[in-house]
């Protein structure tokens, strides 16, 4: 089993600054994406950012040239950066990892989700 562990969320005021962090932890052969995710109060949950590994990283229009997604291969870990925060901003926002466990079965893991909150 793979587990992810999101920590660094809170509130921030608008135009501030935060980064949330995902650590991955336990049988993992091989990641091929690490993605962030969020989901404000009464609507779907949308990915923010989605980082292929060995391919493009994507993000959603509404983040772009905001936020920025990087990883520490070392650590497994992801972070999403995010800057000129707005209200519209505030979700819980998940990480998400794909990849191949040493027995090269494949998983799908989400974290538990971290509270972004952005003030006026």
């Known amino acids: 089993q793979v587990q992810l562990v999101e920590s660094g969320g809170g509130e921030v005021q608008a135009g501030g600054s935060l980064r949330i962090s995902c650590a991955a932890s336990?049988?993992?052969?091989?990641?091929?994406?690490m993605s962030w995710h969020r989901q404000a109060p009464g609507k779907q949950r949308e990915p923010v950012a989605v980082?292929?590994?060995?391919?493009?990283?994507t993000y959603a229009d509404s983040v772009k040239d905001r936020f920025t997604i990087s990883r520490d291969n070392a650590k497994n870990t992801v972070y999403l950066q995010m800057s000129s925060l707005k209200p519209e901003d505030t979700a819980v926002y998940y990480c998400?990892?794909?990849?191949?466990?040493?027995?090269?079965?494949?998983?799908?893991?989400w974290g538990q989700g971290t509270q972004v909150t952005v003030s006026t």
């Open positions: 336990g049988d993992i052969f091989k990641i091929n994406s």
């Open positions: 998400n990892v794909e990849g191949l466990s040493r027995s090269l079965s494949s998983f799908d893991s």
């Open positions: 980082a292929i590994i060995g391919a493009k990283t």
